[in-house]
């Protein structure tokens, strides 16, 4: 299941009519609108954040939308399970969220002109794992494994960190990256 949510709606239906998302009321207010949606979910579900026509995002909103959302993600019962993917973001926003997620050792999808790439704090191995999946779409573990010249062991342990993290989702022993067609 995929449920797509533009975070420029949000900020209309709250009455903003600027494109900024600035300030930690802000951010609260977006957040709680966007957990009201997914509190609907049920199962397996990619929720893409759409950020194409917000135009700033400081790092108090990027703390309480992006970052707060994908704690509650990782940390609660909820009738979901939830694969973050962000898109439409700029490189000053890239820059903004990606401190907010270092910080707090998050992280998480983003569909860029270039590609799929994950944003926030990643080790260097489960970056490269995760970058040559995005490449080749699906592979299971022993596949990885040759692909890279890496040890079995390792391509194991990486790939399931990254699922349990939620930036990558498996499938009868095969992983992926979350897309907006998964």
Not at 129 to 137: D, K, S
């Amino acid at each position: 299941m995929i449920t797509q949510i533009d975070v420029r709606d949000v900020l209309v239906q709250m009455g903003h009519g600027h494109p900024d998302l600035v300030t930690r009321p802000t951010g609260r207010a977006v957040r709680s609108s966007i957990e009201t949606e997914l509190a609907r979910l049920t199962g397996r579900t990619v929720v893409v954040l759409d950020f194409t026509a917000v135009r700033i995002i400081d790092c108090s909103c990027a703390d309480e939308i992006v970052a707060k959302l994908l704690q509650a993600s990782l940390t609660v019962a909820s009738p979901y399970e939830a694969f973050f993917l962000v898109r439409g973001l700029h490189d000053d926003q890239v820059g903004e969220i990606e401190e907010v997620l270092r910080s707090q050792r998050l992280a998480l999808v983003a569909e860029t002109q270039s590609g799929l790439q994950l944003i926030g704090a990643v080790a260097d191995d489960a970056r490269v794992a995760f970058e040559h999946l995005a490449a080749r779409g699906r592979a299971g573990v022993e596949e990885l494994a040759a692909e890279l010249a890496w040890p079995l062991e390792l391509v194991r342990t990486t790939l399931e960190e990254l699922a349990e993290r939620r930036l990558l989702m498996q499938d009868a022993g095969r992983y992926h990256p979350p897309t907006a067609a998964a």
